[in-house]
């Protein structure tokens, strides 16, 4: 290609506003890139009608660009449809209790962004009225606080009235003090259990009695079950050393205070009495780690366990040689079980990264009502109270946690970043205080009421192209607000799994997002060009002038013109001429500081 190609005058530029269409842009093929385009000759001037689309782009294109586009089209909705679950990023808060943060399948994760502000408010299920944070002592949000334990911390368990809680690691064993304002520590553990070759403790569980008959378990790291007397002697009442394998969870039963169930990787769980030292425990045998288990809080009789295949099982205590049929719940082993207040419904967590909701009520086929996408495995998952479709959860690896309403999954509620390191166990205090206790050495109180939710910090519209043209944009309906509504009816012959209301009412409740959306064809840009500069410039650093020449013929191939110019100019940045010039240039300039 000569230099006085840029003597040339320019092609027509099309105009620069896109015009929205319903058609499919036309691309010129690539076979024919040589010869496309009209060219005619008048007063010796050559003009060229450029490709349709071509002035869409000008200067360097890379393949890069091309992977970079197509991924923003996939983006678009999920940035402003939060609410179907489409999201992948989002601004953070921090608030009382922390911010939010976009990362992972989830919307929010370890890694926060810089949006800062006050505490908020509230809104309400279906956008209604807002409530305003109360104060605490000396003006201060009650119940928000952070307390030191010098040592990492694995669980937590709370007395039956929250007025203490137990706190385990593997150098801690301490029971706290806690009140509106903060936490103290009232008795340390360890010092018995140094005695009695402590060795830490992997999970803690206050059985449901206080004052002097107040008892704890915990699971020690060599696999043993210790029982403790806090009443009134702070000793160990005895250890419970049956199971072969390590025990990976414990369970009080909610409405028998001397049941105790274990769970370990020997394949059994076992029942224990306590009020019988030397009787063995009642023992439920299978062929699989058991990860979790659960008791009903409605029915002493009935408990769950969840295995190491990511099978669920539902067990009777009278008749415990016997048990339902496992089912799949998760690929991978089950980490963490929690049921419902109601004793209908069953919450999990997997290590295949979803937290899922069961209808345990359904004898015939056992099927997740909801599924909860996370950004890593669920290391803990509570049921919210006299909040029948809310949830909290902790993961692995991940210092936050997360609130959410099992409607909406994909966009938490609250998210909380009160700790630097893993966020291991949590423990909601009551309806609006939730209890978390960390790897950084710290037991921290949320105080969830009157925080900023998550949803109201996405943006309600969003646009983005791809390498084709198409332009995906969302924007909110006028005149209308999200909100939740009665769920869809159900199909004939079975029951559709979100008609399921959580909270005991005929019909269940969804959410619906106020938004419209679509996708349009750009016609000023010409996807097949771009893909053929972006597949054949040359980037090779060795020879400057020789890949801008090339890329500059590939662009004129492309009937890009403007690229082409834009590559003819930059070479001559490396031209002889060019370093000529800056070589005088320099030596004027040492000439001029001389005089």
Known sequence: MSKDMLKRKDPTIPPSAATVTTSTTTAFPVSRLGSTGSETRSNGTRQRTSPK???????????????????????????????????????????TTGSASATGSNLFGSTAHGMSGASGQLHGQ????????????NGTTPYTF??????????????????????????????????????????????VGI?????????????????QDAKIATIGTNGSIVIWDIGSNSKIDRTIKEHSRSVNRICFSPQDPNLLLSASSD?????????????????????????????????????????????IQRWDLRSPTTSEKKFMAHM?????????????????????????????????????????????????????????YHLA????????????????????????????????????????????????????????RGQTLAVDLLPSGQAAMNCYGQLAFTVSSKGSHDSFEKGLVPRPGRSNARSVALDGNSEATIYRTRQTGGV???????????????????????????????????????????????WMAIKLFYSDMAESTMVVSQVDAVSSDAT
């Open 53 to 95: 689309g071509s002035g869409s782009t000008s200067g360097t294109t890379s393949l890069a660009a091309v992977s970079a586009s197509a991924a923003s089209l996939a983006s678009v909705t999920s940035a402003s449809s939060a609410s179907s679950g489409l999201v992948t990023a989002a601004p953070s808060t921090t608030g």
């Open 126 to 137: 279906g956008g209604g009225h807002a409530q305003q944070v109360t104060s605490g002592v």
């Open 146 to 191: 952070r307390f030191d334990t010098s040592g990492a911390l694995w669980a937590l368990s709370a007395s039956p009235d929250f007025s203490m809680v137990a706190v385990v690691g593997r150098d801690v064993l301490k029971i706290l003090s806690v009140t509106e304002s903060g936490a103290e520590e009232k008795i340390n553990l360890k010092t």
């Open 195 to 211: 005695r009695n070759n402590f060795a830490g403790s992997m999970d803690v569980k206050w059985g449901p009695t206080t004052g």
């Open 267 to 311: 394949s059994t769980v076992r029942l224990w009495d306590l009020r019988f030292r030397d009787r063995p425990g009642l023992m439920m045998e299978t062929k699989d780690i058991v990860r979790e288990v659960q008791f009903n809080p409605v029915s002493m009789n009935d408990i769950v366990a969840g295995y190491d295949s990511g099978n």
């Open 332 to 388: 991978g082993f089950v980490t963490s079980l929690d049921y419902h207040p109601s004793g209908r419904f069953l919450a999990s967590g997997g290590r295949d990264r979803t937290i899922k909701v069961w209808d345990m009520e359904d004898e015939k086929q056992r099927r997740e009502i909801h599924i909860i996408p996370t950004i890593q495995y669920t290391s803990k998952v509570q049921w919210r109270p006299s909040k029948p």
């Open 393 to 448: 959860a902790s993961f692995k690896d991940e210092s936050t946690v997360q609130v959410f309403d099992v409607r909406r999954p994909f966009v938490p509620l609250h998210v909380l970043t009160q700790h630097d390191k893993d966020a291991t166990s949590i423990l909601w205090k009551d309806t609006d205080v939730l209890w978390t206790v960390s790897k950084d050495k710290t037991f921290t109180s949320s105080y969830i």
């Open 520 to 566: 349009f064809d750009c016609e000023l840009f010409n996807h097949e060009a771009f893909i053929y500069c972006a597949q054949n410039y040359s980037t090779e650093a060795g020879n400057v002038r020789a890949a801008c020449e090339h890329n500059c013929n590939i662009a004129w191939q492309a009937n890009k013109f403007r690229d082409s110019q834009a």
